[in-house]
């Protein structure tokens, strides 16, 4: 491995998950910002948007040829869903060796890319230079029912609740806080892209109510899940420890986990292991922050992986309770 620094451009970098984005290149020791694309900030100074970068670098509109113009190493796209197939055919056309994170759900269908959820799916990552960054629901149902994937008796129900950041900076119902306040809005209560996405990486039906909170970042997900054979708590504990020992960004805790710990933070807490009587039906509880994990943070591990750096260079760490 040398020293080699990379260069990287973010498309979409008004919106609140490019901001992480920044926060976190700028902390980065071989990764440097080379252009940040914002139609709406267009001529705008990062630093005065963005505490943590310091530099003359200025938000451009850039069009997806420019983009490709630029000659960045990498690229991330945060736009919204839709978006990014103007990007990729100018890069594929340009500069095919620049690795590409995508953060829609654009192409997490497409088998032609690295599906990019490094806990479960780091073995499968062959060089791809075309990644597509998981869902924040996703990641944290994926990383909540995989331990008890080959034990399921039945589709995995998941009650989900997200702050309003989830919603995006496009004014809606979902991030209006006047409409938000004192309530619980559901939304979407069938056939959810995440719920696709989740059914087809894990291979079976999963079930998936998510909800808007007036809380601004950070996911609660309640998981009901039936087993072919009765587990207790103890046994249902050690197989996720044992599942994601190792894993830094992965903690598992005794009690249900609580989003306002979650808000802030780079990984993902499993906790509150209940079984029903009987044994043979378990709550679980994962917490995440849309914003990082299931966005951000992750897409800077399939980075890292893709340039041949350390996954988790310039990723905060810390403690975690898998012992």
Known sequence: MTDRKFSLGIVGARGHTGAELIRLIAAH???????????ELDGQR???????????LRYESLDPQAVAAKGADAVILALPNGKAGAFVAALDAARPDTVIVDLSADYRFDTGWYYGLPELTRGDYAGQTRISNPGCYATGMQLAITPLL?????????FGVSGYSGA?????????????????MPY???????????????????????HVAPHFRGITLTVNLWLQQPLTREELMTLYRQRYAGEPLVEVVDEAPWVSRIAGRH?????????????????????????????????LQNLNLAL????????????????
Do not use: W
């Open 308 to 323: 041949g750096l350390p996954e988790l260079t310039a990723v905060p760490l810390e403690e975690n309770d898998n012992g």
């Open 46 to 56: 990062v630093a005065e948007h963005n505490r943590a970068y310091e530099g003359e």
């Open 168 to 184: 995006g900076t496009t004014p809606s119902d979902k991030n209006n806080t006047e409409l938000l306040r004192d309530n619980l």
């Open 150 to 158: 080959s034990q399921l008796a039945g589709p995995p129900a998941c």
């Open 188 to 210: 979407a209560l069938t056939n959810h892209v995440h719920e696709r996405e989740v059914s087809t990486r894990l291979g079976v039906p999963v079930e998936f109510m998510p």
């Open 29 to 39: 020791p071989r990764i440097e910002l080379l252009f940040v694309s914002s139609r």
């Open 267 to 299: 990984g993902v807490q499993i906790g509150g292991f209940t079984p029903a009587p009987g044994n043979k039906r378990v709550v679980v509880v994962a917490t995440i922050d849309n914003l990082l994990k299931g966005a951000a943070t992750q897409a």
